[in-house]
């Protein structure tokens, strides 16, 4: 018996886009009643012939390839622990997808040699109106669990999520930690020879993080068992695996040993930081209101490469409303992390009780002002958000950085060096002499 | 906390290994993953390599189909007052009106010397039963695309429990039928025993046509639109009620081709005796029927299920 329990050689999927010709931005502009009908008569022509020749029916005149996933290929054996790790929309979701059978590749093969189980979602099927008791077992089975093993297990699951006083209520009743603890309690339970999970443990509290990732650790390294690990938690992934692939726009562009890879993600995220904002496409929002650039400003409005701890420090970003009409009740939000991942600061226009923006069309400049820079020395990431009256218009991961240099915080002449953590906090030292 | 020992690594510190404590994996797990021959237990994932284990798999996710059953059953009464009642109702209110409308006001003829009640509520189980499973199973993909986008297990198994569910509810419409017998004081003939073989033929088309309405139903969602018309339509197309012996000779045999002709008239012929005919030839085209239909069903089915997750 062979010990490696998973091959991927070139494994590749593609999914086809439509896109409207006439359509600009993301959305309709005016035309005329004749160009409606027109259009309408030639998509339903198209769509006749589509469906004659058994071709999928889609959305749009114009059809864009879009590979998901390209020649991906790796090994995995028995007991081995690999981490997924890549940007949002790398194809790590699809890869974990087509081994988990839910879809087929387009190309490429992969060969697992044992019962695999999926964790793609925590709570998959659970029904609103059966109780704790219900879900469990309705869970279970379509985990692939069989009735027999799941009545062995019932008393651990229970006692693993916590929730043995409201078995018999209808899970809708649940409050949200309740329901992810039994969802994640079934799906703990399982003992499949390969495991694929995906990052299910980014959602939940931070005390169900910690659990679940320990109960993870615990099937990874104490039972043995094959574990496909997908997350963005690189503290998680170093901590749980023994290798790693990196994976960007659906290509597999490093593995190995996770250190490296960890080391080599969070390079290529510097790297797409440093894409002009206009040109990043990993965006999500309707796109009527867009971050075009940012630049890192200090006091007085001028440009600097880097902050200093202490001194003003402006994030000037520009937006641009390609809409042609008056925009209402802009939000924006941005969320600043460390380098090793970790959200340090949220600066929300919300919370400083600016709702009343409004916005013109073309372009408009808002500068985020900090006036006494507190973050320890270092490199930063920032992920800019906007919305529009409550909806999302334009959030991008990871839009900017920006670097922070020591500064005389304290006016004692002494500076925080880099590799300090956390921030600097205005403080006194009081000292009394006590008998 | 530990870390994982990467088996790549030729040196390895022993305290480690100790921490890690890897068990082995006990003789059971060996032959979950060795099947009768002890050849392992490969899958190939392939574009187009439909898998050789379909069959197998399904066998072994056949707890699946009771548990999905189980789940839109209870879940359809919870919260409700009269709950398991309204399976009651439905079908007694509906051979009341039909009885009145066709009975007595249409004054259309009963078979033989059965009462026109029992001849109606003969017919319209099955079809009630037919009614309801396509309705239920062409939605049932659909409905569950938050299992079928997450979870493996085969697809088959959806649309099949949707069908169970609608069996569940034709079963207690019988439970109803034999107390309107008993009310009657209608004793049925030895025909009552090839019963369980016209329920068969009813379950294998609502079947058959449920798995081609489904399977196109994911891809074309037109069919939500089409199928509650065709049921309308059928309703009256098939002998529920009237008795097929109304329908012209000519036209009889094109008539027998509607899949669910041979299931009701059988039903009626097995549960009224001898006062309902049974017009041989209809039925066995019927009976062809309904077997073309399964076939292009899961066949239907079998070639579409691989990308139900994309599409769905």
């Not at chain 2, 088959?156 to 107390?179: E, K, S, T, W």
């Amino acid at each position: 018996m062979s010990d490696t329990i998973i091959t991927v050689e070139n494994l590749s999927k593609r999914y086809l886009v439509g896109h409207h010709a006439d359509q600009r931005g993301g959305f309709a502009t005016y035309t005329a009643l004749r160009d409606v009908i027109g259009r309408e008569a030639r998509n339903m022509a198209r769509r006749a012939v589509d469906l004659l020749r058994g071709r999928q029916i889609l959305d749009g005149a114009e059809v864009d390839e879009f590979w998901a996933l390209k020649d991906v290929s790796f090994e995995l054996k028995r007991g081995q622990v690999l981490g997924i790790v890549g940007r949002n929309g790398a194809g790590k979701s699809t890869l974990l997808k087509i081994l988990s059978r839910i879809t087929e590749p387009t190309e490429g093969r992969a060969i697992l040699r044992g019962r695999v189980a999926s964790l793609l979602e925590v709570g998959t099927g659970f029904h609103p109106e059966l109780t704790g008791r219900e879900n469990i077992y309705l869970n279970g089975a379509i985990l692939g669990m069989k009735r027999e093993e799941i009545r062995r297990k019932f008393d651990e699951i229970v006692a693993f999520s916590g929730v043995e006083r409201f078995l018999d209520t209808p899970v809708k009743r649940y409050s949200s930690g309740m329901y992810m603890r039994l969802a994640f309690a079934v799906a703990a339970h399982l003992e499949p020879e390969i495991l694929v999970v995906d990052e299910v443990l980014a959602v939940g509290d931070a005390d169900f993080q910690k659990k679940s990732l320990g109960k993870l650790h615990d099937v990874a390294s104490k039972q043995g068992r094959t574990v496909l690990f997908v997350s963005h938690n690189m503290a998680a992934v170093e901590n749980m695996c023994g290798s790693a692939v990196l994976l960007e726009e659906g290509r597999c562009i490093a593995q190995g040993a996770t250190t490296r890879i960890v080391q080599e993600y969070l390079r290529e995220m510097t790297r797409a930081a440093t894409t002009p904002l206009e040109q990043r496409l990993d965006r999500e929002g309707s796109g009527e209101i867009r971050f075009i650039s940012m630049v890192s400003e200090g006091a007085g409005n001028s440009p600097v490469s880097a902050f200093r701890c202490g001194e003003e420090a402006i994030l000037h970003f520009v937006m641009e409303n390609r809409t042609g009409r008056n925009l209402q009740k802009l939000r924006t939000a941005i969320k600043i992390f460390n380098e090793g991942g970790s959200c340090v600061a949220q600066l929300d226009s919300w919370l400083l009780g600016q709702d009343a923006w409004e916005v013109f069309p073309g372009r408009t400049s808002i500068r985020v002002v900090v006036p006494r820079m507190t973050l320890t020395p270092g490199r930063y990431r920032i992920s800019a958000w906007a919305a529009l009256n409550g909806n999302v218009a334009d959030w991008i991961l990871d839009a900017a950085l920006f670097d922070v240099e020591g500064g005389d915080y304290y006016g004692t002449g002494r500076l925080p060096t880099t590799g300090r953590v956390g921030f600097l906090l205005d403080h006194q030292i009081l000292t009394e002499t006590t008998q | 906390m530990a870390r994982h020992p990467n088996p790549l690594m030729s040196t390895v510190p022993t305290d480690l290994l100790k921490d890690a404590n890897v068990v082995p994996m006990s003789n059971k797990d060996q032959s979950l993953r060795e099947d009768f021959f002890g050849r392992e237990h490969e899958l190939i994932i392939e574009p187009g390599r439909t898998a050789r284990h379909y069959w197998r798999d399904l066998w072994q996710y056949r707890e699946l189909f009771q548990v999905l059953a189980w789940r839109d059953v209870s879940v359809r009464y919870k919260q409700t007052v009269i709950g398991a009642g309204w399976a009651l109702i439905r079908p007694c209110v509906m051979m009341g009106v039909f009885t009145l409308v066709f009975g007595k006001l249409a004054k259309l003829p009963s078979d033989g010397a059965a009462p026109y009640a029992l001849m109606v509520f003969a017919g319209m189980l099955p079809w009630s039963f037919f009614s309801t499973a396509l309705a239920d199973a062409s939605g049932s993909l659909v409905g569950n695309a938050n299992l079928i986008s997450k979870v493996y297990f085969p697809r088959l198994i959806v649309p099949i429990a949707a069908v169970m569910v609608a069996f569940v509810d034709f079963l207690i419409g019988f439970a109803i039928l034999v107390v309107l017998m008993i009310w009657y004081q209608f004793a049925p003939g030895w025909q009552i025993l090839l019963l369980p073989a016209f329920a068969a033929v009813a379950f294998l088309a609502s079947l058959g046509v449920g798995l081609w309405i489904t399977a196109l139903n994911v891809k074309y969602r037109d069919f939500r639109y089409v199928i509650p018309f065709i049921l309308q339509l059928g309703l009256y197309v098939s002998p529920v009620g009237f008795s097929s012996n109304i329908i012209p000779d000519n036209w009889r045999l094109f008539y027998s081709m509607n899949p669910m002709v041979g299931a009701i008239d059988g039903f009626r012929w097995c549960l009224l005796g001898g006062e309902s005919q049974l017009y041989l030839p209809g039925l066995w085209i019927s009976i062809a029927a309904t077997i073309l239909f399964v076939w292009l069903g899961v066949r239907q089915f079998r070639k579409m299920e691989s990308s139900f997750a994309d599409l769905i």
